[in-house]
């Protein structure tokens, strides 16, 4: 051992990492006009990160990518973004963020990205996702809405249909039927894990469909209203009984790896998974994976929309070049160039509407049609069948919801495990929202 | 009077057990990294499988992993020697001329270690911003620094304690000046127990993540940063973050392997005779 | 006892200049970041409606000690410090003494043993998260399957423990590495004379080696209760702190409000009392285990 004992030894290795600290220190900086990107670590955007040479010789600019995973990356930016920083000069953000920072001034348009970009293509709702005051502040990279994936295999086994537009007394049902612990099949995967966009995305979708909402339109929170109840309990009865052990710490990319991996009979989540549940390599189901719409109950409001974009923050020193790359990673061009390079099931789905009537896509993707009909029922500004101060739809477009959203989930997640009874979390859950809306002046 | 052969297996079988017990999450993540994606979590955990190096190929070909490292070896290497440049006057200081206060600077040191980074995430990241040191070694080497600095302190404190302090009365009263004091006699004979030191500061710079990953961007950015971009992504990710996290911690695990005999005796207490 | 010892002379001014660098950056740090922090948490500063901030006086302070989730997490905090605390020392000194026996791979089992601290804390709480403790496809559920036990939802059901055991795993190499060469020093001599008036192997680790370790396991504990009480990586990629606040430790805390509620001031207000706490904390253990420093030799 080379090190042992000898001090001389050290003495020159401290000069050794020493001298390798100064080169280092002085390395000298790339030049060339560079461009800095921060994005989420979806395979998607992965996707972009890897197209994104043909970019960098079009236009003879080097790329640097910051890839974070979504929580990070969030608070990494916001810290940036919110003390004025200028260290980003494209970043991807979601359609929760977007209108807030639009409205304190931190992003920069991008509504005249040129006649090319063919901004009619973009859905309606999509494009009211990323916006404030009528106005683009964000490029839809790509959007997801909800839906139900069953195993087909599965029902059929059990003479059960699925029905296009399931109701949720019939999702219980199959669960109950379907349920088989003894061998690893569990009636029903859903989202437990506490935050406000993991189990509560999901939960919010249920409330509206039970006819519920967030907040009245004085922004009182309704956590111990009716439809909360009814919505809670359900949840919490389909999961204990029905869903895989250890839920309330499963988030969505648990419940995709036990559905999956064949452990879920159903699973309502997002479409965006859709693609890699039906890629062999990725998924053992990919043979036996249906869809369905996403479930109902008393009213017709059960999807969800949301969309990753990418936008171009105020500070920036770079915004022509920050603009030509946003208009290339979302326009048709990017789109139809991952579908030659990398097969149209993997294009960035949900956005345009030149992608869902390209037969190519309808062939290699056959929940197409699905998906299309869910982000086209989504309605930002009437989530519930009530009338709502707040836009979106399984989240409340204020910047309190972030921390307000996680301590309801926290406090259903503690009813799941069977903590609180559900009335009781509930209760607690609206103390704490009651409290937030407070501090946050929405409430006097 | 040497234990019978029956004991001598029986401490070997515990030894062994425990040993392996300890390593085999590590092991587990190592074996993890050569799997597919739906090998990695199958149910019962596959044991057997074809190897494959799908994983470390598609993590290299994502992030440039020796600008990381580079980064990484930098930020801990500078850290331990700024921490170790700033400790050893205030530890000779404090070991060999004490005085009622020490104890007070010692408690002090160590409190300043005790605010949670992410209480002053926001100022330390306005201040850092204004002094320009975002995103540069640099700036990460100052704040890792600090971070290490008490320990640092606190450590060489212990093993200077150490040194019979005759040896150095004997020294000076040879003529030597204080600086030819501590770098002749006093660290020569503590070296053992300075590499032990430095060598605990630089595995904790490496594995230093928060400050990491809120200072930096793409030109400081070290093998923390790495990892946590292959962490939580939708869908399956957990063989291509073994495959990121074993290229991440084998650096420093090789080292500190090497290094290991010069750890174990730099920190034995009461062997500095 | 020897006479008088020359060499502990009161401090000349000569080394004033050695400590002043030291303590001059950790005094900035200090002053500096804490003075912000103190001057945060006395205003109502939200990280998303900049330039709205208002002095709040303690408004934060008063809707911090009010929360309960305050002293629910601080209660967490106390129990994660102290059964890390124990566990480590326990088992370290366990290792140590079995390492410290001869037997055949003796060196690698210490590498084996060691290997844990060289992994990134959040790297390890996502392996023990997803590979272990996973109920459906983790190493663990298949284990009690296998037993008939059926699956245990660590995270769910004692997520406290488990971020324990976690941190254990993580830290308990870092006792060995100070323990062991501790226990190595020992002189064989005297183990040897004690063995052979005698002693069992329980009364030599009782009355020989565990009194020689006190020094070292006082080492051990202030430095991994430092550590301790600021531990947020593993929470944050296991439990998330739930479920509900089952999980939530002060830094947690401090995080929620400042990341998630943007709230920089109440996360100041937090920071704040975390430094109280902590300095309530070291205190304490600096009377209990200062003794075991102080010892010359």
Not at chain 3, 12 to 36: C, D, G, K, N, Q
Not at chain 3, 52 to 70: I, P, V
Not at chain 3, 200 to 214: D, S, W
Request: charged letters at 15%; glycine letters at 8%.
């Amino acid at each position: 051992m080379p090190f042992v004992g000898n001090s001389r030894t050290w003495r020159w290795f401290l000069v050794f990492a020493a001298f390798i600290l100064c080169a280092w220190l002085v390395y000298p900086p790339r030049g060339g006009p560079q461009l800095t990107i921060a994005t989420v670590n979806n395979a998607d955007m992965i996707l972009m990160q890897k197209l994104s040479e043909e970019f960098e010789r079009q236009h003879g600019v080097k790329l640097n990518w910051v890839v974070l995973g979504e929580n990070i990356l969030r608070q990494r930016l916001t810290v940036d973004i919110s003390t004025g920083g200028s260290t980003f000069d494209v970043i991807t953000i979601g359609s929760y963020e977007t209108p807030i920072w639009a409205e304190r001034g931190w992003l920069v348009p991008v509504d005249r990205l040129g006649a090319d970009y063919d901004y009619a293509d973009i859905f309606d709702v999509v494009r009211q996702g990323v916006s404030y005051r009528g106005k683009l502040y964000a490029a839809p990279f790509y959007a997801e809405s909800a839906f139900t994936y069953y195993r087909k295999d599965l029902f059929r086994n059990a003479g059960l249909e699925m029905p296009d537009q399931p109701t949720y007394a019939q999702i219980r049902e199959f669960a109950s039927r379907l349920n088989d612990p003894q061998h690893h099949v569990y009636g029903i995967c859903l989202r437990g894990e506490p935050g406000w966009g993991q189990n509560m995305a999901y939960i919010s979708t249920l409330v509206n469909t039970f006819g519920g909402r967030w907040m009245d339109m004085q922004w009182k929170p309704q956590l111990t209203t009716e439809p909360w109840m009814e919505a809670v309990r359900l949840y919490v009865d389909l999961l204990r009984n029905y869903g895989p052990p250890g839920a309330s710490t499963d988030g969505h990319n648990e419940n995709r790896a036990l559905f999956a991996n064949g452990n879920c009979a159903m699973w309502i989540d997002a479409t965006s998974a859709a693609g890699y549940i039906l890629d062999p390599s990725q998924s053992r189901v990919a043979a036996t994976t249906g869809f369905a719409k996403a479930p109902i109950a008393k009213v017709a409001n059960g999807v969800w929309a949301w969309s990753w974009a990418l936008a171009i923050p105020a500070s920036t020193q770079k915004v022509e070049l920050a603009r030509e790359f946003v208009k290339w990673a979302t326009s048709r061009h990017y789109i139809a160039l991952v579908g030659a390079r990398y097969g149209w099931v993997l294009a960035p789905p949900g956005t345009r509407e030149s992608t869902y009537d390209n037969p190519a896509y309808q062939k290699a993707a056959p929940f197409a049609r699905l998906v299309r009909d869910a982000i086209l029922r989504a309605d930002m500004t009437h989530p519930s069948a009530l009338p709502v101060p707040y836009v979106g739809i399984q989240y409340v477009g204020i910047p309190e919801f972030q921390a307000l959203g996680t301590e309801v989930g926290q406090e259903i997640s503690a009813a799941l495990t069977g903590g609180a009874s559900v009335e009781h979390a509930l209760a607690l859950a609206q103390a704490e929202a009651e409290r937030d809306m407070r501090q946050g002046g929405y409430l006097k | 009077m040497r234990p019978k052969w029956q004991a001598r297996a029986a401490l070997a079988m515990v030894g062994w057990l425990a040993a392996l017990a300890m390593f085999f999450p590590i092991l587990w993540m190592v074996l993890t990294s050569f799997k597919t994606e739906i090998a990695a979590v199958a149910t019962p955990p596959v044991v057997f499988f074809k190897p494959t190096l799908e994983n470390y190929r598609a993590v290299l070909e994502r992030a440039d992993y020796l600008a990381f490292a580079r980064n990484s070896v930098a930020v801990s290497l500078g850290s331990t020697l700024l921490a170790l440049a700033l400790a050893i006057p205030a530890a000779y200081s404090m070991a060999f001329f004490p005085s009622r206060r020490t104890k007070d600077i010692l408690l002090w040191m160590l409190s300043t270690k005790m605010l949670p980074a992410v209480g002053v995430l926001v100022p330390i990241y306005l201040l850092w911003r204004s002094l320009g040191l975002l995103d540069t070694i640099a700036g990460l080497i100052v704040m890792d620094s600090i971070s290490v600095l008490p320990l640092v302190v606190w450590m060489l404190f212990s093993f200077f304690r150490e040194v019979p302090p005759e040896i150095l009365e004997a020294s000076r009263m040879d003529g030597a000046s204080q600086r030819e004091e501590m770098t002749h006699i006093l660290l020569p004979l503590c070296t053992p127990g300075i590499a032990a030191t430095a060598l605990l500061s630089m595995i904790l710079c490496w594995n230093e993540a928060f400050w990491s990953l809120n200072l930096t961007t793409v030109r400081a950015a070290t093998l923390t940063v790495f990892t946590a971009s292959f962490s939580s992504p939708e869908g399956l990710f957990w063989a291509k973050l073994s495959a990121a996290s074993t290229l991440a911690i084998a650096p420093i695990l090789i080292f500190g392997w090497m290094s290991q005999r010069q750890l174990v005796r730099g920190l034995s207490f009461g062997a500095v005779k | 006892m020897t006479g008088t010892k020359p060499a502990r002379q009161k401090r000349s001014f000569r080394t004033v200049p050695l400590l002043a660098p030291s303590i001059f950056v950790l005094f900035l740090w200090m002053v500096v970041p804490l003075a912000m922090t103190l001057w945060f948490s006395a205003e109502n500063y939200n990280l998303l409606s900049p330039g709205k901030n208002s002095f709040a006086g303690l408004g934060n302070y008063r809707d911090l000690l009010t929360s309960r989730a305050l002293w629910i997490a601080m209660g967490n905090t106390l129990f994660l410090v102290g059964a890390v605390l124990v566990i480590t020392l326990v088992f370290g000194t366990l290792l140590s003494v079995l390492l410290d026996s001869e037997f055949p791979g003796r060196g690698i089992c210490r590498l084996l043993v060691v290997a844990p601290f060289f992994v990134m804390p959040t790297v390890s709480a996502l392996i023990w998260k997803n590979m272990f403790m996973n109920p459906v496809f983790g190493v663990f559920a298949w284990i009690t399957r296998s037993l008939g036990i059926g699956t245990i939802d660590f995270f769910s059901s004692m997520p406290l423990l488990a971020i324990v055991v976690i941190v254990a795993w993580e830290w308990t190499p870092f006792a060995v590495l100070i323990l062991l060469p501790a226990l190595q020093s020992l002189n064989r001599e005297q183990k040897e004379a004690a063995r052979l008036d005698g002693a069992g192997p329980i009364a030599l680790f009782y009355h020989i080696e565990l009194p020689h370790l006190r020094r070292p396991m006082a080492v051990v504990a202030m430095i991994e209760v430092i550590f301790f009480l600021s531990l947020f990586a593993e929470i944050y990629v296991t439990t998330g702190g739930g479920p509900g606040l089952a999980s939530t430790n002060l830094a947690f805390l401090i995080f929620r409000d400042a990341l998630l509620g943007w709230d920089v001031g109440r996360a100041s207000a937090g920071g704040v009392f975390a430094i109280i706490l902590a300095n309530i904390v070291a205190l304490f253990l600096m009377r209990v285990v200062g003794r075991g420093l102080e010892d010359m030799r």
